[in-house]
């Protein structure tokens, strides 16, 4: 691995958020958990041009983070941070007076807060969590209010004893999300109405580790097993599966990142990355499934957690990061990469969660999320099980980065 600098653009510790989730709020900056923000992968409303505001929305004219937290069987907190200026900006600028995170408006869940979305061109988020895979429904403050409300909760079918629902958003015939919690369980959402526009046809019941949509046709889902399948929202029989994934033990698990499709390409023209709970990373194209485009295995010194995430970069050709395998993010530079399964060596290691614990007995944090800034090439947002959040930029001596 090359030296590298790195920067530590900021740090917050939140008392009591353990578990946290990452999402561009509104505007052009940050992005998303898992590759969401503003239209999982298909597009981005806002992104080029000021932050603005959305017309008839709540939303404050600004970007900003929203974290949730998912230790308490009641009373965890979501809440709104707005990003110090130098975050704001799409060019690097020196030193920057105000260098804090603000909370801007916040609330309480009385369910673990396990998966947090904003729902584009809306002033709402939709979260899920233990103990069904049914969704909460919340609005954002207006501007005369610092409360985020629950406004209502969208009931699935025999939701009882299913597990948390994994979901996603877009915003194009309407507010829509993508949700479930195993594969013949999944369907689109009509936010505002609660109506349902869509039902996957599977006769499979595997456990579901993410989902996206491409576009607002087509939804890619992902189960723990690496298993792929591609489904047309105009067609509900068209469930299909597009990959599977190198022989591997039962026990384990797999999640996928998707990356946004640049202007005039199609979605599915982009490669889709596989992670397993022992590193192994795949890179599938959906239009050719029947052969990995490439095959490497993460260095990593332990199993990866039920937080394992692996994320494109937006503005770095190639570039992908992964975390969840201790208090580490690795990013990697998969241009070079075969088939061959070889151990790939990472660009750059992030230990800041590792090393800034709270010591003593107690187990070293787990990161649990990262997310990559929309605009600034090599900075990124990640949180750990010990409340703290991190934004960080590495410096590559080489200039390969950009």
Not at 204 to 233: K, Q, Y
Not at 360 to 375: C, K, M, N, R, Y
Not at 391 to 401: I, L, R
Request: aromatic residues 6%.
């Amino acid at each position: 691995m090359e030296a590298a600098d790195e920067w530590l653009l900021q740090s917050l510790r939140l008392s009591g958020a353990k578990w946290l989730e990452l999402f561009r709020l509104q505007g052009v900056g940050l992005h998303g958990l898992r590759g969401h923000s503003g239209l999982c992968q298909g597009g981005r409303a806002g992104q080029g041009g000021s932050p603005h505001r959305v017309p008839g929305s709540s939303c404050p004219p600004h970007e900003g983070v929203c974290v949730a937290g998912y230790g308490q069987s009641d009373g965890n907190e979501i809440l709104q941070l707005i990003p110090p200026p130098t975050l704001l900006t799409k060019e690097t600028q020196g030193l920057c007076p105000e260098r804090d995170f603000k909370v801007e408006c916040g609330g309480f869940s009385e369910r673990p807060v396990y998966s947090l979305k904003y729902v584009p061109n809306t002033s709402l988020l939709v979260t899920s969590g233990p103990p069904d895979s049914s969704l909460q429904v919340w609005q954002v403050s207006a501007e005369n209010s610092d409360v985020i409300k629950s406004v209502s909760t969208i009931a699935t079918e025999s939701g009882t004893g299913q597990s948390w629902a994994k979901i996603a958003t877009i915003s194009a015939r309407a507010p829509w999300v993508l949700h479930g919690s195993r594969l013949d369980r999944v369907q689109i959402t009509e936010v505002e109405s609660r109506k349902n526009v869509y039902t996957a046809a599977s006769r499979g019941s595997e456990e579901l580790s993410n989902l996206a949509f491409l576009d607002c046709n087509t939804v890619l889902l992902c189960c723990a097993t690496g298993r792929l399948c591609l489904a047309d929202t105009r067609q509900p029989q068209s469930l299909v599966e597009a990959a599977s994934v190198p022989s591997a033990p039962c026990s384990e698990q797999w999640c996928m990142g998707t990356r946004h499709a640049a202007q005039g390409l199609e979605p599915s023209s982009q490669p889709v990355a596989r992670l397993s709970s022992r590193g192994l990373l795949t890179l599938t194209d959906l239009r050719k499934t029947s052969e990995l485009l490439a095959l490497a295995k993460a260095r990593v010194s332990s199993p990866g957690s039920e937080f394992l995430c692996v994320s494109w970069a937006p503005a770095l050709e190639g570039y992908l990061a992964i975390s969840g395998f201790d208090g580490t993010v690795h990013v990697y530079d998969t241009q070079s990469w075969d088939s061959s399964g070889r151990e790939a060596e990472p660009i750059f290691v992030h230990r800041g969660h590792a090393f800034g614990g709270a010591g003593g007995s107690e187990d070293p944090p787990l990161v649990t999320v990262h997310t990559w800034h929309l605009q600034k090439p090599r900075t990124l947002l990640s949180a750990a099980s010990d409340g703290s959040l991190h934004v960080w930029d590495w410096v590559q001596p080489c200039g390969k980065c950009g």
